[in-house]
Antibody, heavy 119, light 111 residues
C-alpha cells in the first residue's frame, strides 16, 4: 500500500519561496510518476506539474513555468515542490499525488500541505 | 476559469440517480480517453473514483459509473446515499504541453 506523507504547514511572506516535501513509502519509488496539485481555499483543483523520478523528466503547467521547481530524491523516496516569488494568490493546500499504473488518474494522495502567503 | 466546465451543484434524494457533466473541448476530453473523477469530502484529500473514462479502482462502489460522448464526460451516481455528499471533480489529459486539466467541481447534496 503506497503512502505519501507531506511536510507541515508553512506561512510565508510575499516574494519569498516555499519548498514542500512528499515522502513515498510502500512501493518502488522509481516505478512511479508524481504530480503536484493545489487547491485554494474554497476553490477547485489545479494541476501544477509532474515528475518521473526514474529519468528525471519534469513537466509543469504553463502558468507556473519559471516559478516552480519539482525535484525527486531517489535515495529517500521523496519528491519536492518549490514555488518562488510567492504572492497572496498562492495561498492554497498543496497536494502531491501518484499517477495510476496506466498513467491516467491520481490514485494515491498526500495529506496536503497548507501554504499561507501573508505579509 | 477552469478548462473543464462542471455544474456548481447537483442534488438528489436518497436512492435516486444523479449525473454530473464535465464539458471540455477537442483539446482535452474530446481527444483522449483519459478522463478521471474524484470525490472530495470536507477537509480531506481527493479520492480517485473513475479513471480512463469509465474504469473503477479496486474498492470503489459500482454505484459510480461514467462515460464520455464527444467533448463531454459524465459521472452517474446511482442509489444515492448520504455518504455520497461531497465535491466531485473531473480531470482530463490535455496533450503533452498542458498535461492535466481539472473541472471546477460539483457539490453533490443529498436531500
Amino acid at each position: 500500500q503506497v503512502q505519501l506523507v507531506q511536510s507541515g504547514a508553512e506561512v510565508k511572506k510575499p516574494g519569498s519561496s516555499v519548498k514542500v516535501s512528499c515522502k513515498a513509502s510502500g512501493g518502488t519509488f522509481t516505478n512511479f510518476v508524481f504530480s503536484w496539485i493545489r487547491q485554494a481555499p474554497g476553490q477547485g483543483l489545479e494541476w501544477m506539474g509532474r515528475i518521473i523520478p526514474i529519468h528525471g523528466t519534469i513537466n509543469s503547467a504553463q502558468k507556473f513555468q519559471g516559478r516552480v521547481t519539482i525535484t525527486a530524491d531517489k535515495s529517500t523516496s521523496t519528491v519536492y515542490m518549490e514555488l518562488n516569488s510567492l504572492r497572496s494568490e498562492d495561498t492554497s493546500m498543496y497536494y502531491c499525488a501518484k499517477y495510476t499504473d496506466s498513467g491516467d488518474g491520481f490514485d494515491v494522495w498526500g495529506q496536503g500541505t497548507m501554504v499561507t502567503v501573508s505579509s | 476559469q477552469s478548462a473543464l466546465t462542471q455544474p456548481a451543484s447537483v442534488s438528489g434524494s436518497p436512492g435516486q440517480s444523479i449525473t454530473i457533466s464535465c464539458t471540455g473541448s477537442s483539446n482535452n476530453v474530446g481527444s483522449y480517453n483519459f478522463v478521471s473523477w474524484y470525490q472530495q469530502l470536507p477537509g480531506k484529500a481527493p479520492k480517485l473514483i473513475i479513471f480512463e473514462v469509465n474504469k473503477r479502482p479496486s474498492g470503489i462502489s459500482d454505484r459510480f459509473s461514467a462515460s464520455k460522448s464527444g467533448n463531454t464526460a459524465s459521472l452517474t451516481i446511482s442509489g444515492l446515499q448520504a455518504e455520497d455528499e461531497a465535491h466531485y471533480y473531473c480531470c482530463s489529459y490535455a496533450g503533452s504541453r498542458t498535461f492535466s486539466v481539472f473541472g471546477g467541481g460539483t457539490k453533490v447534496t443529498v436531500l
